[in-house]
C-alpha cells in the first residue's frame, strides 16, 4: 500500500500532523496559552505522571519570545523517564463538570519548541504521543484517543493535529473503553507523553482547538484489499467499496476514476495499464461493491515481486488516503522452493538481502505503534507483537485472523515478501482474546506436578493461538521462583529447578513435532537467566522491588538453580529465547552486575555456543533500553551480546537507521546481522510461512471450546492444594446449605490473575468463564447457596462456610511486594470474612493467589485451607475438588512462609521451618 500524502503550502504531513510556520486565520479557540495565572493543579489543571515518582517530568514557566510575540510565556517539560517506565504531562481542563464541545473544530494545535542543534530529518527525532480524553463520566474515566509526531525541530514549529488522525488506545483505557468512537462533544484534556529511556526538553505554548470540521462527504469508497497479491500471468479484480454516511440507499449516483501507474513494474513489460470509472447509480445500497481487472504478464523469468499503484478519485466523495497496490509476486527463486532444504533456502534468500532488509528481520514493533501499516513493507519488519491489551476490535478470535491477515498482506510488497512472524503472550492459554480458554498460570501447573497435563495444555494453547493468526508465544517462563515477594512468581511452575524442567514439556506442546501446521505455534524459554533469583532491593526499575532487580550468585549456583531448566526445553527444541531485564552478579567473577540483555557471555558464549542454542534471541519489551548507555550504544551493545530479535516496540524506525549506522561505522560486523537474520529465517521457513503466510482458520471454533474448557477445568482440580483439613472437613456434601464469602467467591478477574484480556489483568467479568461461586452451585446443585461477599448475611443456620479469598490481579514488577504491597497479607476483608464464616460455622477457606499468603495467624480456626493458585476461566474445577468429584492431589511448588521474616524461604535451606514446605499437600478420595 501507499499512503497518500497531503500538503499544505509547502509544509508535508509527517505521518500523522501538518507542520506550518504560521496559524492560518480560521476559527480557533485558546485552550492553553501560560500567560497570567496557569491553572496547575490535580485532577483538575495541569500536572505531571510517571510511573514512579522519578518518572514526572519537570514544568516551568519560561519566557521565551516567539514571532510576533516578543513579551511571550511558555510551558517548558524537562522529561527523564527511565527505561521501561513512562512520564509526561496532563491539562484536564475540567475533571467532572461541563465538559468541552470540540465537535465543530476540525483539529487540535499548539506552538512546540524543539531543542533539536539543527532541524532533524522528519520522523528521525523522538516520538511524541498526543492524547485526548473523550466521553465518560469525568476526566480520568474518559476514553483515550491518541496520534503521535516526531521532534524533529529547531525553536518554534506549529504542530496541527486533526482529529481525523486520531486512533483509538488499543494498550490502555481507563474504564475499558466506552463507543470507541471519537465523539469529540464532551472533551476533559489532553495529555502529551515523550519516550521513556532518554532525557529531553520542549516547550508548549498556544494550545488550541482549530478550523471547521467539515461534514462528510454522503459517501465514501475504499477497496476490499489495500493490497492484491497475484502471481504473474494471471489477472486480478480489483473491488471498490461503497459505504453510505447514512447506511441509506445513495442519493445521487457517485462516479469513480481509477488508473495505474508504475510501482516497480513495468507496464506494458509486467502488466496491461488500466484507465477508466465505476459509476454507483442512485439507490445503490451501503456495502455495494464493483471491480475493475488489471492483468499481469508473464514472462517466465525468476523475480523478486514488483508492484503497480493505483489510485481512486471522485468528487463528492470520501476517497481512502490508504490507496491500493497490486503486487506481482516473487517467483521461480530457489528460496521459494519448499523441496530444497531450508539451509539452502536461507542461504539463497540471505544472498538477496539488503542490510536494510537483513536489519527489518531484526526489528520487532508494537502493532499498535506502526505510524501507518505500509511500514511494515518500508521499514522491511520482521515481526510485530501484540502487547499485554494490544487487541482488534471487536476482540474476538475472528477479528485476530483478520488483523493478522492484513498485516502479512501489507508484507507482501516487498521484493523479497518474507513473512511476518507475529508474536503474543500467550502465557496461560491465548489470554488476550475474550472468549479463549484461560488455563491456570504456571504456579498452579507446578502444583500438579503433571508433564503430560501441561503437554496438553501447550497443545491447545498453541492450537487457539495460531487459529487466530499468532504463530508464536512469548512462553514459557522457565524461571526458578525463589521469593515470593517477586511480581513475577505465579509465572513460574515452583521454586525447584527439577519441577521447572520436568514442565518443559510444554514446549513439545506449544510446538507440536511439526512447526508448519495450524497446531503448532514458536514458543520462548523466557527469562534467560536468573529473573526469579533477584535480590528483594536490588531493582533499580522505578519502585520495583525485586523484579529486574539483580542475581547475586555463585557460577555454579547460576548452572545448578536457573540454568539448568533451559536444558531441557533446548533439548527439545525451543525455537526462541527471551534474555531477562534482569542483570547476573557472578559473586566468583569481579565483573559485577550486567544486564542480562547485556550479557554476551551468557547469551553468546553460553547459550548459543555452548549449549549449541540454533534459534533466535529475542529481547523483551524495550528490554535493551535499560542497558547503561544511550540509546545507539544500547543498540550496539545488545546486538553484539547475541540478541537477533529486538522487540523495539515503538521507535522501529529509529533503531533500524541506528543498527544501521553501527553496522556502518564498524561496531557491528555484517557477519552478526548475518547470523541473527539467518536464525530468525530459518524459523520462518519452519513455521511454513513463505507457503502459508496468511491465517489457517481450520481450527477458528477450538478457541474457548468445550473441550479445552474441559481440559482446564480437569488441570484447575490437578492444580488444587489441600493444606489442612481438620476432622475430615473435606470433601463436601452436594446437600445441605452452604455459606460461601470472601472477595473471590465470584470473580472471573481475580481468579485468572495477571497476563487476562489486559497485561495487568483486572477483577471483574473480564472474560467468559466460572467463577468459583458458579462452579459450586453447578457442581451441588441441590445445595441451598447462600453467597455474601462481605459475610454481612445472616450467618445462622448454615452447615458449612467456604470463604474464598486471596489476591487482585498484577503483572510483573507492579506485583512485587513493596511496591504499593507491604506484604503478603490477606486484606482486612477478607480477614475479617474468614473470622465471621468460621466462628460460626465449619469453614473451609480457598485462597486465590499467585503466591502463599500469610494465614498463620488465622489457621487455628479454619477447618480446612485449599490453595486454589490462579486456575483461570474454569472455576468448577475447584468446586470439583471440594465436592469429592475429583481427589485433591495437588503439592506445594514453592515453600509457604509463616512470616514475611522467613523471607526469602525455600527447600534445602540450611534453616527451614515453614507453614507448609515444598512439596506438602494432604489427599483425599473421590466421594462415592
Known sequence: MRRTWIFLAVFAIFGSFFVSSTAAAEPSATLDDFEGEVPFGNPEGIFTFGADGNDHPTLTVESRAREGVPDNHALRVDYHADAGGWGGVVHNLTYDTNPQDWSGFAGIRFW??????APQPPGSGPTIWFEIKDGGAHAEASELWNTSFTDDFSGWTLIELPFSRFQYRTDFQPVGGINHELDLTAMWGFAFTPPAGRVGTFSLDDIAVYG?????????VDTLKPVYSVREGKSVDVGVRLTTRTGQPLEQPVTIAYASSPGTATPGTDYTAVNGSLTFPAGTATGAVQTFRVRTTSDRKAEV???VN???????????SDQPTIVIDAHGLPYLDEDLPIRKRVDDLLGRMTLAEKIGQMTQAERGALD???????????????????????NTPAAWADMVDGFQLRARQTPLQIPLLYGVDAVHGHNNVVGATIFPHNVGLGATRDPSLVKAIGRATAKETRATGATWTFAPCLCVSRDERWGRAYEAFGESPSLVESMGTIVDGLQG?????????????KHWVGDGGTTYGSSTTGSYTTDQGITEVTTKDLWRLHIAPYLDALDRGVGTVMPSYSSVDLLDDPAGPVKMHAHR??????LKKKLRFDGFVISDWQGIDQIPGDYASDVVTAVNAG???VMVPHEYQRFSELLLAGVTSGQVSEARIDDAARRILRQKFRLGLFEKPFVDRTYLSSVGSASHRALARSAVAESQTLLKNASRTLPLKKSGSIYVAGSNADDIGNQSGGWTISWQGSSGATTPGTSILAGIRSVAPSAAVTYSRDASAPLEGHDVGVVVVGETPYAEGIGDIGNGRADLSLSAADRAAIDKVCAAMTCVVVVVSGRPMLVTDQLPQIDALVAAWLPGTEGAGVADTLFGNVAYTGRLPVTWPKTMAQLPINVGDKVYDPLFPYGFGLRTHVRR
Open 372 to 394: 501507518a501499516q505500509d511500514d511494515i513493507a518500508s521499514w522491511a519488519l520482521g515481526s510485530l507483537l501484540s502487547g499485554g491489551g494490544s487487541v482488534p476490535n471487536p
Open 513 to 525: 513435532n511439526d512447526l508448519s501446521k495450524p497446531t503448532s505455534v514458536l514458543a520462548t524459554a
Open 601 to 606: 557471555a551468557l547469551i553468546t558464549d553460553v
Open 112 to 117: 512546540w519548541y524543539g531543542h533539536n542543534a
Open 212 to 220: 471547521v470540521a467539515v461534514p462528510p462527504p454522503p459517501a465514501s
Open 643 to 645: 540478541i537477533d530479535m
Open 305 to 307: 515481486a514488483e508492484t
Open 310 to 320: 493505483l489510485t481512486l478519485s471522485g468528487e463528492n466523495v470520501g476517497i481512502s
